[in-house]
């Protein structure tokens, strides 16, 4: 959109306030609210902000940062509407003083991969699929991991899940996200709303917002929407399966099609995909970033845990799914390891670096597994050359230092400050006192 288009629109909803919205390191979505009459200048100056508080960014001596408004992503919050502060938000990019883009800023990270695939001669679109839980809180009012269902896979609920799923569509649907299914998931109080493929930017901003309007929306009926990967021992946990490929700089060829390749795959495809195998224990870092995430990637709950990829198989890592007749600009890879509380803008950046790592050096993809390799045991799969992903947080981490490629896609800045972030996070954990541990230890001892 245009200066004027975004005003216009401003003006014609009756907005009050605006949100400029960011990401620190690790996805956690921040926000400066200005009133609607500082717009313009936000839009003609910009929006200075102290950054020596967000995770990630500079240091107190170099705190001062601009946010500079994408005027494409501008759009009215609609559960506002009616109400006597109409708010809108936009996303900004973050700059430094002398006006260079902040090297630790994700969407600049995403950039960056992005031109570097453009310059290749690619367009990278992603279909990420977002499944979260949706929680009643305690008697007290406390945050409590209580699901509000009993429900299961595709489950027509007769309580109020399905209205909000409803109601959380309509919103997305105004905000201008192409909402294309919304059922309910597998564990009990966990849904899914998948939207439409888009370019990765685009989609990763998409994901930012669309966290926003459910926590927002769910809030509403006194519920908990999380996307904490594993909320919950025994049942499945949430994952963030990603849906990747990539067409010429026009959007009219699918590059990753071939109708004579095995599974419909061009050369460029596999060499795609052998990339992200190659490197996605480093890529474990960024797609599955917190300790809870590595306790969804175990054997029994469907999520992926061997690095293999096939079509048939959904326990593959990467999967690909079938395509019907009249479809065919729709193949595709499906990434199934990573989950929500990846950030968007780095989990697609590391996951476009890899691939296109295996296509600058003609990578050659293994052969598929088509077996179930839900059954598969560590010995099974190491007799079958088949690695697993990383077992948990501190092993992703050491991955990650050690992968030049994926090291270089985040830029040594980003690097440095995730693996300080991460690190001091897996020394709380493993200093910290379980439940588990005082049940388990307690009294025999």
């Not at 997305?172 to 109080?189: C, P, Q």
């Not at 800045?413 to 954990?429: H, I, N, P, R």
Request: hydrophobic fraction near 40%; aromatic fraction near 10%.
């Amino acid at each position: 959109m245009t200066k004027s288009e975004v005003l216009s629109l401003a003006k014609e909803q009756k907005v009050e306030f605006i949100n400029v919205m960011f990401t620190d390191l690790l996805g956690v979505m921040k926000a400066l609210t200005i009133p609607v009459s500082k717009l313009e200048d936000a839009i003609d100056s910009n929006v200075w902000f102290d950054g020596s508080s967000i995770e990630g960014f500079a240091r107190i001596s170099e705190s001062d940062m601009y946010l500079k408004p994408d005027l494409d992503t501008f759009t009215v919050i609609p559960w506002s509407k009616g109400s006597r502060a109409v708010t809108a938000l936009i996303i900004g990019d973050v700059y430094m003083p002398d006006g260079t883009p902040f090297e630790g800023d994700p969407r600049a990270i995403l950039k960056r991969q992005l031109k570097r695939a453009a310059d290749m001669g690619y367009q990278f679109n992603t279909g990420p699929e977002l499944e979260f839980f949706l929680f009643k809180r305690g008697a007290d009012g406390s945050l409590q991991a209580l699901p509000h269902d009993t429900a299961g896979y595709f489950d027509q609920t007769t309580d109020i899940a399905s209205e909000i799923r409803k109601e959380m569509s309509f919103a997305l649907y105004e905000m201008g996200i192409d909402v294309e299914a919304l059922h309910h998931e597998v564990a009990i109080g966990q849904h899914e709303i998948d939207f439409k493929y888009d370019n990765a930017l685009r989609c990763a901003d998409i994901v930012i917002i669309m966290k926003y309007a459910l926590k927002s929306i769910a809030m509403k009926y006194d519920l908990h929407c999380t996307f904490m990967p594993k909320p919950i021992a025994g049942i499945n946990g949430s994952g963030m399966h990603v849906h990747q490929s990539l067409f010429s700089p026009d959007g009219k060829k699918n590059l990753m099609q071939d109708p004579k390749g095995e599974y419909q795959l061009s050369d460029l495809a596999k060499s795609y995909i052998a990339g992200q195998l190659k490197h996605i224990r480093a890529m474990n870092a960024i797609l599955n970033p917190t300790v809870n995430s590595y306790k969804r990637l175990v054997v029994g709950y469907e999520a992926p845990v061997y690095v293999a990829w096939g079509q048939r198989n959904r326990s593959a890592l990467i999967r690909i799914p079938r395509i019907t007749k009249g479809r065919e600009k729709a193949v595709r890879a499906e990434l199934r390891c990573p989950d929500p509380s990846a950030n968007p803008y780095l989990a697609f950046a590391v996951m476009l670096a890899a691939g296109l790592d295996g296509i600058e050096n003609k990578m050659k993809a293994p052969a598929p597994v088509e077996e179930n390799i839900f059954e598969f045991t560590d010995e099974t799969a190491a007799a079958r050359g088949i690695t697993t992903v990383a077992k948990n947080l501190m092993e992703a981490i050491e991955e990650l230092q050690k992968d030049k490629v994926i090291c270089a896609a985040l830029g040594s800045y980003c690097v440095e400050k995730l693996v300080e972030a991460k690190t001091a996070e897996w020394d709380s954990y493993r200093m910290s006192v379980t439940q588990w541990e005082l049940d388990r230890y307690l009294e025999v001892y």
